[in-house]
């Protein structure tokens, strides 16, 4: 009797942990599917002020909700950073590249959702030109 009610009860387990597993629902506060574009920095997706919000403003007309944007592609800054060489190829002594993505990303329309912007970097590529760099 004891053997039979041990078997019951690992057949209930068993079921219990695959009924969990097999039930994968979405996450709180992520979207239930990612229509995602890939804004790269060799091209002019947000090297200006005019060009990031053009990308932001067209990723949300053609109803994308998800963008990933390079920050760093041969170890450049394209965000404010202590850390890394700002890129040569932004315009705009000022102008930082994620942050101007992060401020569209939030419409002020309330009816508009937010973008999810999510960072993306080379983490091979170290220098593109002869001689290497002074460090």
């Known amino acids: 009797m004891?053997?039979?009610?041990?078997?019951?009860?690992?057949?209930?387990?068993?079921?219990?942990?695959?009924?969990?597993?097999?039930y994968c629902g979405?996450?709180?506060?992520?979207?239930?599917?990612?229509?995602a574009l890939w804004v790269d920095t060799w091209n002019e997706g947000m090297l200006d002020l005019d060009s990031t919000r053009l990308c932001v403003g067209r990723a949300r007309e053609h109803r994308f909700n998800t963008l990933f944007v390079e920050v760093s592609k041969v170890m450049d800054a394209y965000y404010q950073s202590d850390l890394l060489p700002r890129a040569d190829n932004i315009r705009g002594a000022d102008f930082d590249p994620l942050g101007a993505v992060l401020h569209y990303a939030k419409p002020k329309n309330p009816g508009l959702p937010d973008l999810e912007v999510h960072a993306w970097m080379v983490a091979m590529r170290v220098w593109k030109d002869k001689p290497l760099p002074d460090t």
């Open 26 to 35: 979405p996450v709180a506060g992520h979207p239930s599917e990612y229509r």
């Open 2 to 22: 004891i053997s039979t009610t041990r078997n019951y009860i690992q057949i209930l387990l068993a079921a219990l942990v695959l009924g969990g597993a097999l």
